[in-house]
């Protein structure tokens, strides 16, 4: 029992003082020292018991329990199996009878024989506890005094608050027009940015300032520091004055006024005069309030007053007197300026309205016809509505895609039908045609056709480019106008046609999907499947690796030139190749042979985030599944959660509820009635609230080019319409090389020099499909500028670029490797990530050590 043995004299120990305390405190509370034989009568019971509290709390708390139960089996107790408690019940009952300490005896042997030591330790703790007493008695009256002195300058703070602020206006008067007088202005750059030279920029101008706050942002020239070194500004200067000014005006005031009987006291229990310096401690509290309510109030007067003020000696009648004129003035100049931000603001509302409100209200009860084709995907819509407008005199297709719009102008002109082509990068006149295929953007209400064809119209929801539907649905200038669309825009389109004509045709498929139960593998892929996934890298990682398994490819994505994209599928439906893998393109107005659509991913990212598939971009991509003749039912395949991505499939639509606006000819037109900026555009553009049921569109790759420009040459010299066209062409602002680009045409358009040539690239298939992207830009600008002579030339550049990458798809996806980020370690192509393994596990391991120091 090695433990009981050590805590055995340490409970002696502690007994022992637990006695000395014991004695202490009865004899310190004795104004006659009482006998030893007194002190054992009255605490018999305390020294008898003591050593039992101590020794069982000691032996409970401090043996472990193994040392317990050691203890309890040589005494014979059965201790296997029993709780906690119950060991420890037993273990005190053993201990209570252990060694027992006698401490009456101890006291007896230490103190009955010793008269004198007795009588020495009555006196000492005696005189210390009247000592104690006595202090106690004085903290109590210096408390008492400190109480008084605070609730008369509580009294005087309330009395004089007024008063007070004069004194502190004048203050910051006489420092404003010192500040104004000698100080220099520096530049308005953020504080932090110290390792930036100020420089001066001359005097301060009061007309540039209305409040004392709007000085507040300048900086002094000092560093200081807050959180962090930064440069000082007038804020914290002057903050820093009136906390450095109120404590020493407070308790100047209060020592005068303090009544001469209690600052007697003071010096007698504190054995010292009062002065301004205890009073400033002793105040805090109070004194921090005043500081924090006048610098808020102080930040409110005009500058124009506090520097008028500085100049009249201080006088409290007088000061009173300016102060209340200059209040009721700065009243009448608030009421004022409340007003005319009021007036401005109604103003604003109504430009608003008058500018943009009113554009996005349809055109109802028009004498048209309208024709809703409503039904899900390869069902036959678009088809029906094409066969009319061949029909009629004058017809006008809108695609949601150039190869829609170039499908559509082959088709027609190969049965017979003149057909010209517009769609921005390229214009095509064929002779004798009343017919035109173009992408929706190129829609102009002004235009009159007997028939118009508006594909895709569910389209009308998509933040960037909704607006364009919008617009050729409710402008349209037709006989008859075919609308296409989802089931879930049908109920949208009908309320934005209002009382309009319309009939309504329903179309379902003939040929029912099927989803297969089983999870899809690379190794199932047969002829007529088309993978779905959602970037142009896992695309040709895919189809490499499909034809490295003998596999003949098609490929498809977004980025991908529509005339190679064409000739993709044309290759798939010539049985030149025997699967196509796809990104989610696939899915809008494409159709193929397709046996089973197999989904190898269930995610995409969105352009800010990875989200799970909608139910609505299943159907679209899903219902390409099935050719009637060749494939009487279309198959359905997925890689994972096949239960939840068939749910998706086949449950109700979630109905369109909102659309996209965005400004129009029209809006321009009565913008400038007010402004001719741009700048002021995209800032009304931003307040103006989307009416309900609509949202506005982001305008931001308008908005990011128009910083380029903003200010400069090209700004100035170009109209406000002509130069808003070129923010507004079509090219992807995400690539550096394009916006360069965009930038040289634009310096040389404005300089009267020719265009400088797209930078062709024929390395990768990378570059060489940005060089397509880069004649493509550039024939944006030739049509704009009406150069379709040179246009030509381009078109047939940008024609060969085309067949490089067909053909490049066709030999060097094959030989695509895929390598490690980090280290360069060549990959196997399905494999998931980024980087190899052994990369990772480096980084995890150097994680595990950061976390662990």
């Not at 109504?350 to 409503?374: A, C, K, T």
């Not at 088309?530 to 977004?558: D, P």
Request: aromatic letters at 12%.
């Amino acid at each position: 029992m090695s433990k009981l043995s050590a805590l055995y004299p340490q409970a002696i120990e502690h007994t022992k003082i637990k006695i000395y305390e014991d004695l202490d405190r009865y004899l310190e509370t004795k104004e006659i020292m009482p006998t030893y034989e007194q002190y054992i009568i009255d605490r018999r019971h305390y020294i008898e018991q003591i050593w039992i509290n101590v020794w069982l709390t000691k032996v409970t708390n401090d043996v472990p329990k193994r040392e317990k139960k050691a203890y309890l089996s040589d005494s014979d107790y059965e201790v296997e199996g029993v709780d906690r408690k119950l060991i420890n019940r037993l273990f005190r009952n053993e201990m209570r009878t252990y060694q027992p300490f006698d401490t009456l005896s101890w006291v007896e042997e230490t103190f009955s024989q010793n008269e004198t030591e007795w009588e020495e330790r009555y006196q000492r703790v005696r005189n210390e506890f009247l000592k104690r007493k006595e202090e106690e008695l004085q903290a109590e009256k210096r408390s008492n005094i400190r109480e008084s002195i605070e609730a008369f300058a509580q009294h005087l703070i309330e009395e004089e608050y007024d008063n007070f602020y004069l004194y502190v206006r004048y203050h910051v008067a006489k420092q404003l027009a010192n500040d104004f007088e000698n100080n220099q202005k520096y530049p308005a750059i953020p504080p932090y940015k110290i390792e930036e030279k100020l420089v001066e920029e001359g005097p301060f101008d009061p007309v540039n300032y209305s409040t004392l706050a709007s000085f507040f942002d300048e900086l002094t020239g000092a560093v200081h520091r807050k959180f962090h070194w930064e440069y000082e500004t007038y804020f914290y200067a002057y903050e820093k004055l009136i906390n450095d000014y109120i404590p020493n005006l407070v308790a100047r005031t209060l020592i005068k006024q303090l009544s001469p009987s209690l600052i007697d006291q003071y010096t007698i229990e504190f054995n010292k005069e009062l002065s301004q310096r205890a009073l400033r401690k002793m105040l805090t509290i109070y004194v921090n309030t005043l500081e924090s309510d006048y610098f808020k109030r102080i930040q409110e007067e005009y500058i124009s007053d506090l520097l008028e003020l500085a100049s009249v000696p201080f006088d409290l009648d007088r000061h009173e007197k300016i102060y209340e004129e200059d209040l009721e003035d700065r009243e009448r100049k608030k009421a004022e300026e409340l007003a005319e931000i009021e007036r401005k603001k109604a103003f604003e509302e109504r430009m608003l309205e008058d500018i943009f409100g009113r554009e996005y209200r349809p055109s109802i009860g028009r004498n048209i016809q309208y024709v809703l084709h409503i039904g899900e995907t390869n069902t036959g819509k678009t088809h029906q509505a094409l066969e009319r407008m061949k029909e009629a005199n004058s017809g006008l297709y809108l695609a949601p895609l150039r190869l829609l719009a170039l499908e559509v102008f082959d088709k027609l002109n190969h049965e017979g039908i003149p057909c010209g082509l517009k769609t921005g990068e390229e214009e095509k006149d064929v002779e004798g045609a009343n017919h035109i295929s173009c992408t929706v953007e190129m829609f102009h209400e002004k235009e009159y056709y007997d028939i118009v064809v508006i594909d895709e119209a569910q389209m009308i929801a998509d933040n960037d480019r909704g607006f364009s539907w919008f617009k050729a649905i409710t402008k349209a200038n037709a006989k008859e106008v075919h609308i296409i669309a989802s089931h879930n825009a049908e109920t949208m389109i009908v309320e934005l046609l209002g009382d309009s004509n319309i009939e309504i045709y329903k179309y379902y498929r003939d040929i029912p999907l099927e989803v297969e139960g089983k999870e899809f593998s690379m190794k199932h892929t047969r002829k007529g499947d088309a993978l779905v996934c959602f970037s142009r890298r896992r695309v040709l990682e895919t189809a490499s690796r499909l034809q490295n398994n003998g596999h003949s490819v098609s490929m498809i994505y977004g980025s991908m030139p529509p005339e190679t994209r064409k000739k993709q599928m044309q290759r798939f439906i010539d049985g030149e190749t025997t699967v196509i893998v796809a990104t989610d393109a696939i899915g809008m107005g494409l159709n193929l042979p397709i046996r089973r659509i197999v989904f190898l991913e269930n995610e995409k990212f969105d352009g800010t985030r990875r989200r799970r598939l909608t139910s609505q971009e299943v159907k679209q991509i899903a219902g390409r599944a099935g050719r009637k003749g060749i494939y009487d039912v279309g198959k359905v395949a997925f890689t994972k959660d096949i239960k939840r991505m068939k749910r998706l499939l086949y449950q109700d639509d979630e109905l369109v509820s909102t659309f996209a606006i965005a400004p129009t000819n029209s809006v321009f037109e009565r913008f400038q009635k007010y402004h001719r900026d741009l700048g002021t555009f995209f800032e009304l553009w931003n307040k103006f609230e989307s009416p309900k049921g609509t949202k506005k569109a982001t305008l931001s790759e308008e908005r990011e080019l128009y910083t380029m420009v903003r200010g400069t040459q090209i700004e100035a010299r170009l109209s406000m319409m002509d130069l808003y066209g070129f923010l507004h062409l079509p090219f992807s602002t995400n690539e550096p090389l394009l916006t360069k680009q965009w930038r040289r045409a634009m310096a040389a358009i404005i300089k009267g020099n020719e265009l400088p040539e797209p930078i062709i690239k024929k390395g990768s298939l990378e570059e060489v499909e940005l060089s397509y992207k880069a004649v493509g830009l550039h024939l944006l600008f030739l049509y704009r500028l009406d150069r379709r002579t040179e246009a030509l030339y381009w078109e047939r550049v940008r024609e060969e670029i085309s067949d490089d990458v067909h053909e490049r798809l066709k030999t060097d996806v094959r030989n695509m490797s895929k390598k490690c980020r980090t280290c360069g370690t060549k990959l196997e192509l399905d494999f998931t990530f980024a980087i190899c393994n052994d990369c990772y596990a480096s980084k995890y391991k150097r994680n595990d050590h950061y976390y662990e120091c």
